[in-house]
């Protein structure tokens, strides 16, 4: 019994592992526009509003900014997805990049793939140790 309940949560967790995989690698951050101004900034949050957006600045420094949102000329949204929420405002013209996720196929087949390959050498490998065990014990029980 202690065996199977052992073997039921080795189980869980590779799936738990899983979806965590498939869930994190399933996105890519892809660019919104070549040459962000506030109009193709402000088109992209009308077809997503509160859009996760990671920028890079003028000095080379990239950040996240979260539930954003064009006020003028300033980006505004919150530094983290979790608390506490800081407010962050940067003006559109530091803005060099802006990026977004969006969901990639390539992605999710490879980790699919990927998991689907690593549960087959698993399984494959457990019948092959499970055949030398049954193997073992029946040489032994003929020999004595």
Do not use: N
Not at 11 to 29: E, F, M, P
Not at 33 to 59: E, F, M, N
Not at 70 to 76: E, S, V
């Amino acid at each position: 019994m202690g065996h199977e309940v052992l073997r039921s949560g080795r189980t869980l967790v590779t799936a738990q592992v899983a979806v965590v995989l498939l869930l994190t690698s399933c996105s890519a951050t892809g660019p919104v526009a070549s040459a962000p101004t506030p109009a193709s900034i402000q088109g992209y949050l009308d077809r997503h509003p509160h859009a996760a957006l990671r920028i890079a600045d003028s000095v080379g420094r990239s950040q996240w900014i979260y539930e954003a949102e064009l006020r003028g000329d300033t980006l505004h949204g919150l530094r983290t997805s979790t608390m506490p929420r800081d407010s962050i405002a940067v003006a559109v013209i530091q803005i060099t990049e802006v990026a977004a996720p969006r969901f990639s196929t390539t992605r999710t087949l490879g980790i699919v793939g990927g998991v689907a390959a690593v549960v087959g050498i698993w399984r494959a490998s457990a019948r092959l140790l499970k055949g030398r065990a049954r193997l073992r014990c029946s040489w032994r029980l003929t020999s004595a």
